[in-house]
């Protein structure tokens, strides 16, 4: 009897683990599709509901509702994991609105709120058969991205100035939807329509350019990027596959266990016989 026991404790412990992996595999956090991948000065972030602004470092992973604020003569870059960059300017306060990836329907939705300031944004060619979304929201615009290269800065006044240097975007303001094509910028006031679009100067692209390519930013955007920095993992994301292989096989250890033992224990088998 108390070998019985001993087995069927063994089955239990096994089926305990295997209810444990499910539940890991439910649970595990998604992977880190945004982080902090250069930090130049004062950098501050600041997580969805805290109060305080935290110091930035790099390889920080950025979340849904997560700030990101820029002191003077401060820049930051964000990488992603499909290959978007964000290059933010001295002075810039956004926030993380939505940040999304599904891999195995290659789904992504990315949403910013550039509170003030000037960013440089590179975003890679979207799927539009899986209603991936890219946009950022200022206080007077919304930008739809499907892919392209552009600036957005935001004064203090709440003006919104965007410039597109290569690619499309879609501007919304008032209800109002214009497109932007590239080399052209456009303004858009408080309360005011999108304003008709104007050449971008010589000048203003190329350092903007420069500043891109100097940021490691993507020089075109319409064939993806194969040299996208990968994320660091977070230390609360589960490694379910490794995690499965060790746990399933630990259970059929268990069994296999409890099997030997039962057998063992067996009158005629030798150990028990007395």
């Known amino acids: 009897m108390k070998y019985e026991k001993t087995a069927m404790y063994a089955v239990c412990a096994a089926l305990a683990l295997c209810a444990a992996l499910v539940s890991a595999t439910v649970q595990a956090a998604p992977s880190a599709v945004a982080f902090i ?5 004062r950098v501050k972030v600041m997580a969805s509901g805290d ?10 992973v950025l979340s849904k509702g997560m700030s990101v604020r820029t ?13 978007h960059v964000l290059i933010v300017d001295p002075l810039s306060v956004f926030q993380v609105k939505d940040l999304e990836y599904d891999k195995a329907g290659g789904r992504e939705k990315t949403s910013l709120d550039i509170k003030t300031g000037k960013i440089l944004v590179g975003v890679q060619k979207l799927e539009a058969k899986n209603n991936s979304e890219f946009s950022i929201k200022t206080p007077t615009a919304l930008a739809a991205v499907r892919g392209t290269r552009f600036v957005v800065d935001v004064g203090e006044d709440e003006t919104t100035n965007i410039v597109v240097l290569e690619g499309q975007l879609a501007i919304i303001a008032e209800g109002i939807e214009m497109m ?12 005011m329509a999108p304003a008709a679009p104007e050449a971008v100067p010589e000048e203003m692209k190329q350092e903007y350019n420069n500043q891109m390519r100097e940021a490691g930013g993507a020089e075109r955007v319409e064939g993806g990027s194969s040299e996208a920095p990968s994320a660091p993992a977070p230390t609360s994301t589960t490694e379910t ?12 250890d268990i069994l296999m266990q409890s099997e030997i033992v039962q057998e063992y224990n067996t009158p005629g088998y030798g150990c028990c016989d007395q």
């Open 71 to 83: 002191e003077a003569r401060a820049s930051a870059k964000i990488s992603f994991d499909k290959g």
């Open 241 to 252: 596959v490794a995690v499965e292989t060790v746990v399933i096989e630990s259970a059929a």
């Open 51 to 60: 109060e305080d602004w935290q110091d930035a470092k790099e390889g920080m």
């Open 180 to 191: 932007l094509d590239q080399n052209f910028q456009m303004m858009v006031e408080p309360g």
């Open 37 to 41: 991948s250069d930090v130049s000065g």
